[in-house]
């Protein structure tokens, strides 16, 4: 089965800082990869995937950007964080046909 | 849009109980559907994955059922036990290409020993 990993694992940041979190597969190949935010009460939100290298899909608008710069890698980047940044950060992958998604353990953001 | 509701919020029961937990989605044409487990400041851990064609699937003590046609799963977990404790987090994909989830709010659910 895949595992996801990702790091760091909590970051603490100012407003206004640059932002680079990471997010790595093992245990299969050409994955779909995911981003996603959980904040509090609000639930899993997705970001951005991505079904290939280069290949990146964005749902919100925001401040943030994702890169697929190898195939198992996945990077969420910022250039000027927000307070609204805040949040716990969730990378997933899966793989067709059966598409069950896998999570990693996740990077707890604050900005302050 | 597709919206997915769980409900309830949060449960308490006995250790020993047997329970179900629900989950509701609006839009019936899913690729398949997906039951998580999620312990406090982790990630999320998948417990059983049903594909459209499918009616239920099982894992030990855990049956997850499918009826998309009328928009609903349940989570039944047997003989509960402390370590069940967690939030419970419902999920469909559409498909169609990205086969993007999307997550209802969770049932935080609490086995008192």
């Known amino acids: 089965s895949q595992t996801i990993h990702q790091w760091p694992a909590t970051l603490v940041q100012p407003v206004g800082s640059p932002l680079s979190l990471e997010c790595t597969v093992e245990?299969?190949?050409?994955?779909?990869l995911y981003w996603y935010r959980q904040a509090a009460g609000r639930g899993l939100q997705l970001l951005f995937y991505?079904?290939?290298?280069?290949?990146i899909s964005s749902e919100v608008p925001q401040n943030l950007s994702a890169s697929r710069p190898q195939d198992r890698q996945f990077i969420l980047s910022s250039k000027k964080l927000l307070l609204s940044d805040s949040g716990f950060y969730l990378c997933?992958?899966?793989?067709?046909?059966?598409?069950?998604?896998?999570f990693g353990p996740g990077t707890r953001l604050t900005v302050l | 849009k597709q919206e997915v509701t769980q409900i309830p919020a949060a449960l308490s029961v006995p250790e020993g109980e047997n329970l179900v937990l629900n989950c509701s989605f609006t839009d019936s044409a899913i690729y398949n559907l997906q039951w998580f487990r999620q312990d406090p400041g982790k990630g999320l851990t998948s417990l059983l994955l049903i594909q459209s064609s499918q009616r239920e699937q099982t894992s030990g003590r855990l049956n997850a059922s499918l009826d998309k046609s009328s928009g609903r799963s349940t989570l039944y977990i047997a003989a509960s036990q402390p370590g069940d404790s967690a939030t419970y987090l419902c999920a469909v994909s559409l498909g169609a290409g990205s086969y993007q989830l999307t997550f209802g709010k969770g049932t935080k659910l609490s086995v008192i020993p």
């Open positions: 991505s079904v290939g290298i280069g290949q």
């Open positions: 245990g299969t190949s050409n994955p779909n």
């Open positions: 997933a992958s899966s793989r067709v046909p059966y598409n069950e998604q896998f």
